[in-house]
């Protein structure tokens, strides 16, 4: 008997995901539970082992950095070494699966949980791209993704023509541009550029701005750490101020999930983390039930994990609020791109002494440039402004707050 | 060139063929001395008598099973079936000895039988005397299928058939016996199989036979005034059919309309498009688009005929349709 190995759908968002490597040659035997391949989606590795024994007797996809949609064939399984892999047209479609592998996930995932994403592979097909058979020909004869090619056929099928007038456009560009090299896409920058500009263009943002006063805070931070005490960073101070700001106002926190507001009851504040190969939103969960010292340990470790590749899906999943810092590059202000199904993302600037009035008198006050930019859909004008003052009244009265 | 009718050249086919070969002859309903329900056989009695041009009885299983008989026994027989709507009766004859009793003894006989009939509308002869049946035809391995469009290729490929020595039916088209066109006084002879690109062009491809190529031809005038240019292929043989031309005419255009008289499911467009997913998929750059006949028995009424079979108009539209918006 031979059995499809298909590319597993891992999570509700994820379309497409990447071969990391082939645990077994072609014609080795497989023991079930063994893993079989790695995949990389949505910014995780995973696992899949195989839920039966047998020969992997084909590979139709090697390593790369090429997305595969989930629900293609990349393999085949055999009881023996010898059977004959089917012939298939199409690799992708909307093959009812019945659960052929069984996914390891690194971090704890609630059983039920994994049971509605197993649901998820065999359930819908991933949205097809159309394009005629010679537009398709002609892309992969000039090595050029199809995806980016814009169609201008009947329900925007890609044809010769779109195909020409790309290559036509791209060749005009390269002509004048003069020398360069090409930077190669990797797994993780495509789903940036992927998630970003949906965000961007379907979500109606607007930007607040502001300044914290923060001396309350830069000293208490100082005492503390005189005291040899648990070294605070302003991020623990702000995911502490915003986590109170918000059990005030909910909304904050509610995800755009199928047309559906949902506003969750848990607080989970994710922070952007630079890493070497992009951008990582690990998540900090439940805030609400957390006092400083407990946000402040926890943020270090995932942080921790983040820089060294160690997150697993479920820590860099359900983030509400989004907290992303470039302070310490001295930036003074910036207008963070909301991240999707969240509603609202703040941007925080670097701390620097200013002349602040007060009661007409120039005073000189430490300053914390910040911004946040909100999904109009969701959050008005006026409830964010609202959420602003009290985060400011919070953040501003680490004693009090 | 001196310029005839489809009738004409039809009837210059028969007799060239019987004047160079003693053992043709031609057998049929009102063949001999009325010369053909549609004059194609007109004079050939009177010249060469009857011994060798037969009138039968109104039998035509009988006509191909003497056909038969005769071609086996070394004659080359061309009979007529007076409308291809009466093809049932013979298709025991037909479908289960014709075709396959060279097959069936290993090649020790040959079945040099033409059968010569004519189908479409166009006449508004009602439901039993206007079909186009030739896609029941084509699904009979062993026989060939011949289906000429104009005056030149019915009388090559009528003289081709009488000298194949496999069983052909050559199917001729009521509409067309008045059509004119030029045909040489020399001999010729075209064979069958072969396809004739009979307008080229560079953005859609039109395949089609019989009577339907007036209406492309026709289409086409029309579509290259609007800067559509069509290329049309003639299949002239639907069995065996040319492929091959197709295929190089779709890769070069990589837009396929088939235009067919005959209706639509079933048909022998059906057929084509298979052939062209098989063969030149990765060449087409939109669906391809049947323009038929409606699947309903022929009326007889002149303006639901009219609207029962593809005309110019549909023909047009269609292609400046797949050429325009895709």
């Not at chain 1, 009881?79 to 704890?108: C, H, I, L, Q, W």
């Not at chain 1, 607040?208 to 923060?214: A, D, E, N, P, R």
């Not at chain 1, 620097?352 to 909100?374: A, C, L, R, W």
Request: contains cysteine; proline residues 5%; glycine residues 8%.
């Amino acid at each position: 008997m031979v059995r499809e190995i298909i590319m597993p759908k891992l999570g509700e968002t994820m379309e497409e995901g990447y071969i990391v490597s082939w645990k077994k040659a072609e014609r080795d035997s497989v023991e079930k539970g063994e893993v079989l391949f790695e995949v990389m989606s949505d910014k995780t590795n995973f696992e899949v082992e195989s839920l039966h024994s047998g020969y992997l007797i084909k590979k139709l996809y090697e390593p790369s950095d090429k997305p595969i949609p989930v629900t293609t064939i990349i393999g085949y399984l055999a009881d023996t070494p010898d059977e004959k892999v089917p012939a298939v047209e199409s690799k992708t479609g909307e093959r009812k699966s019945e659960g052929e592998r069984k996914v390891k996930v690194t971090a704890e995932t609630a059983p039920a949980e994994k049971e509605s994403e197993m649901a998820m592979i065999s359930g819908e097909p991933s949205e097809r791209l159309k394009a005629s058979p010679l537009a398709k020909k002609m892309a992969r004869e000039a090595g050029i993704d199809i995806s980016v090619v814009k169609g201008s056929g009947p329900g925007e099928r890609i044809e010769k023509k779109d195909v020409l007038e790309y290559l036509s456009t791209r060749k005009e560009k390269e002509q004048g541009a003069g020398e360069y090299r090409i930077q190669e896409w990797t797994p993780l920058r495509r789903i940036i550029a992927k998630r970003l500009t949906e965000s961007k263009r379907e979500i109606p943002h607007y930007y607040l701005q502001g300044k914290f006063l923060v001396d309350r805070v830069v000293h208490l931070k100082e005492n503390l750490k005189e005291k040899q005490d648990t070294e605070l960073t302003y991020t623990d101070f702000l995911i502490f101020a915003a986590a109170g700001a918000i059990r005030e106002y909910p909304l904050i926190n509610a995800r755009l999930i199928n047309g559906e507001i949902r506003i969750y009851s848990a607080i989970n504040i994710g922070l952007a983390v630079s890493v070497e190969q992009g951008l990582l939103v690990p998540v900090l969960k439940n805030c609400e039930a957390m006092d400083i010292r407990s946000i402040s340990i926890e943020r270090k470790k995932i942080i921790e994990k983040a820089r060294a590749s160690m997150l697993s899906e479920n820590e860099m999943k359900d983030a509400g609020f989004i907290i992303s810092n470039l302070g310490m590059y001295g930036v003074e202000n910036f207008q963070p791109i909301i991240s999707p199904p969240g509603v609202a993302i703040m941007g925080v600037g670097k701390i620097g002494k200013e002349m602040i009035v007060v009661d007409d008198t120039p005073q000189i006050h430490y300053v914390m440039n910040v911004s946040f930019s909100f999904d109009h859909r969701v959050i008005d004008g006026s409830y964010a402004g609202l959420f602003y003052k009290r985060f400011k009244e919070t953040f501003e009265n680490p004693a009090t707050g | 060139m001196r310029e005839i009718t489809y009738r004409q050249a039809l009837n210059e086919a028969l007799m060239e063929e019987m004047e160079k070969d003693q053992d043709v002859f031609l057998l049929g309903e009102d063949i001999a001395i009325y010369g053909g329900a549609y004059g194609v056989t007109a004079d050939l009695w009177k010249k060469y008598g009857d011994r060798r041009v037969l009138d039968t009885p109104i039998s035509e299983n009988a006509i191909v099973g003497v056909g038969l008989g005769a071609a086996l026994t070394g004659m080359r027989p061309v009979a007529e079936i007076m409308y291809i709507d009466f093809i049932g009766l013979c298709l025991e004859q037909l479908n289960n000895q014709v075709a396959k009793i060279r097959y069936m003894f290993g090649g020790k006989c040959t079945v040099p039988l033409t059968i010569r009939t004519e189908g479409g509308a166009g006449r508004t002869l009602g439901a039993h005397h206007s079909q186009s049946l030739e896609s029941w035809l084509i699904h009979i391995p062993g026989i060939k299928v011949v289906m000429p469009s104009t005056p030149y290729d019915a009388k090559g490929l009528l003289k081709s058939s009488i000298r194949e020595d496999n069983p052909v039916v050559f199917i001729e088209h009521k509409m067309l016996y008045n059509t004119k066109g030029k045909v040489p006084e020399e001999e010729y002879i075209i064979p069958i199989g072969v396809a004739d690109i009979k307008r080229e062009g560079s953005d859609v491809t039109l395949v089609t036979y019989s009577r339907m190529l007036l209406v492309c031809m026709e289409a086409a005038a029309r579509l290259e005034k609007e800067g559509i240019s069509t290329e049309i292929v003639d299949l002239r043989t639907l069995l065996p059919l040319d492929t091959e031309t197709v295929v190089r005419s779709v890769k070069k255009t990589s837009r396929m309309v088939i235009v067919e008289e005959d209706c639509k499911t079933g048909g022998t467009g059906a057929e084509i498009s298979a052939q062209i997913m098989e063969n030149a998929f990765d060449w087409l750059d939109a669906p391809i688009v049947r323009v038929a006949g409606e699947d309903v028995p022929m009326p007889k009424s002149p303006v639901l005929e009219k609207l029962a079979i593809p005309d110019a108009e549909r023909v047009y539209r269609a292609v400046s349709k797949l050429a325009k918006e895709t």
